[in-house]
């Protein structure tokens, strides 16, 4: 199975937006996992998914008022550690992988 790993940048600050983006993203379906460090200076939210699900994550936190910025897709094999093709932000927009 094809691995997308998604890379936002945000302006999460607190605990509460750390808990408001579990909530989101615990309640999507194809999210295999999620790491955000608050101690980073950009807020790196990495998103590893099924399917590529950035369009739908970013119109959630928009809609919720969670500042963010999808800055790539990557297409990723799950059996190696290396990642695969980056998509171009207009592919990441229209959910187009080809």
């Known amino acids: 199975m094809i691995k997308f790993i998604?890379?936002?940048y945000t302006q999460t600050s607190s605990i509460?937006?750390?808990l408001r983006i579990e909530k989101i993203l615990g309640g999507l379906e194809n999210v295999l996992s999620w790491t955000l460090d608050l101690q980073d200076c950009?807020?790196?939210l990495r998103?590893?998914?099924?399917?590529?699900?950035?369009?739908?994550?970013?119109?959630?936190?928009?809609?919720?008022?969670?500042i963010s910025e999808l800055m790539a897709v990557y297409l990723g094999n799950p059996e190696s550690s290396l990642i695969g093709d980056v998509l171009s932000s207009s592919d990441a927009q229209t959910g187009d992988a080809s």
């Open 6 to 8: 998604l890379i936002f």
């Open 16 to 18: 509460d937006d750390l």
């Open 42 to 44: 950009d807020r790196v």
């Open 47 to 66: 998103v590893m998914s099924g399917v590529d699900l950035s369009k739908k994550i970013q119109e959630t936190f928009n809609d919720l008022g969670i």
